[in-house]
């Protein structure tokens, strides 16, 4: 059974609403499959920063973030017991304390589930900035 698979994009901060049409700005972004939005965020310690959360769950993520879009990336035919274990394995590879604002961060993580997934990344608006930053 084919599953969708979604990327969610969150604004971070107000300046978006200047820098959008300059095709610029700061997101945050998870993936949602199975009704299950999952991401990474950085901690200093040296375990998973993956977590999960309801999709569009505002509350999960706090103050700073303002829901953006919804894009269907595609379909998957992983079930949900191929995908738990996938999750474990990113987990190891995904610690809170590999987090990098530019290098390595949700939008990162979710490009590389997505592509996993359903062989499709986060939009090319999201990770904009971070490659004119890494310059």
Known sequence: MRTPVYA???DLFWTN???YNLGVGFY????????KEIG???HPFAFSGLFEKPPKDMD???PNFRFKETVLLGY????ES???EMMRGLSQEWYGNSYHLVTRNCNHFSSELAKLLCGQEVPAYVLRLLL???F
């Open 8 to 10: 969610h994009i969150y």
């Open 17 to 19: 609403n200047y820098t």
């Open 28 to 35: 945050h972004s998870g993936v949602e499959v199975y009704g």
């Open 40 to 42: 990474f965020g950085g």
């Open 60 to 62: 999960e993520l706090g």
């Open 76 to 79: 998957t035919d992983f079930t």
């Open 82 to 84: 191929d995908i738990d």
């Open 132 to 134: 004119l930053l890494k």
